[in-house]
């Protein structure tokens, strides 16, 4: 079997990664857009809503519904740990660990290994012009 040069693949990859960034570029570009005609819609329907004070319209070509979105967030962590302490509500917090500082402590303790750490490493390449 006939090995493919390097240089060869090395173009390739290139070239790929050169077409993918273009389509992906035409992609956001007309997506946003989209998106914008979208967005003034949904306003418009949102705003019949209001104006008739109700929660759902049925049409002929279809249903459109309100519904609340709340999301929530904090200014003050501090405040929100003790908070969380106090109460004993872990899970206002998500359960996953900061990848970079885990890493900045495994570097800076090499013998102190978390209990239930799992670790995966994997090679990667990179490709870059000359």
């Known amino acids: 079997m006939q090995q493919i040069p390097l240089e060869k693949l090395v173009k390739a990859y290139i070239a790929i990664r050169n077409k993918r960034s273009e389509l992906s570029a035409e992609f956001k570009a007309q997506d946003g857009a989209l998106l914008e005609k979208q967005d003034k819609i949904k306003e418009a329907l949102l705003n019949h809503c209001k ?7 049925k049409t002929t070509e279809g249903v459109f519904y309100r519904t609340i979105k709340r999301r929530y967030w904090t200014s003050d962590w501090t405040s ?3 908070f969380v302490m106090e109460h004993r509500v ?4 998500d359960k996953r660990l ?4 885990v890493k900045q402590f495994l570097e800076e303790n090499p013998d102190l290994i978390p209990p239930g750490l ?3 490493t994997e090679y990667t390449v990179a490709v870059r012009k000359k």
């Open 90 to 93: 872990p899970e206002f917090f």
């Open 118 to 120: 799992n670790a995966e």
């Open 98 to 101: 900061n990848q970079t500082n």
């Open 80 to 82: 929100m740990y003790d």
């Open 51 to 57: 104006e008739h004070n109700v929660e759902s319209v």
